[in-house]
């Protein structure tokens, strides 16, 4: 190959029957309720395919595997167009607290497990947690103080060797 040279692009096949080979690389930054679902749904959705899933925690989505704050994530409507509610009425003090209750309530609803189960599930059914070294020097976190199903903090470079040909998310 010559400088001008590029190697061909990595196009995934999505109507072959089997998965076999397939992965999948979740990168979770947000930590809010809202935010936390669609990679945790994503990579059981993936991991019921047959798909080998790896999820990275980084930033606010630490949030998500901290064993203070997993269970207790919050939503707020503030700054949150897609509320379809008045701006003004997110700064308020309680609406938060309600908005989050009222998010909890439709997604149990649904029997969709909450945070702490729902990472049980995925673990249970093969997925992989990892944590950003990073982010967890940042906060000064170690993996004593995540879910104990993370399987390593590690560095960005470390996830990206791991999921070498991954379709990647980024959320």
């Excluded at 690389?25 to 930590?31: F, L, M, P, R, T």
């Excluded at 790896?54 to 203070?68: A, L, S, V």
Aim: glycine share 10%; net charge negative.
């Amino acid at each position: 190959m010559t400088a001008t040279d590029t190697a061909p692009a990595i196009v995934p096949s999505f109507d072959t029957p089997s998965s076999t080979g397939r992965k999948l690389a979740i990168i979770c930054s947000k930590g809010s309720l809202d935010m936390a679902y669609p990679g945790l749904i994503l990579a059981n959705a993936a991991l019921g395919e047959g798909v080998e899933t790896h999820m990275f925690f980084t930033f606010w989505g630490f949030d998500i595997i901290n064993k203070k704050t997993m269970g207790d994530l919050k939503f707020t409507p503030l700054g949150n167009t897609a509320t379809h509610m008045p701006q003004g009425l997110g700064g308020i003090p309680g609406v938060t607290h309600m908005a989050t209750s009222k998010l909890k309530k439709s997604i149990a609803d649904l029997d969709v497990p909450e945070v702490p189960e729902f990472l049980e599930q995925i673990v249970a059914s093969g997925g992989h947690l990892w944590g950003c070294r990073m982010s967890a020097d940042m906060n000064h976190l170690t993996e004593d103080d995540l879910y104990n199903e993370v399987e390593a903090i590690i560095s960005a470079s470390d996830f990206i060797e791991k999921t070498e040909g991954a379709q990647l998310l980024f959320i």
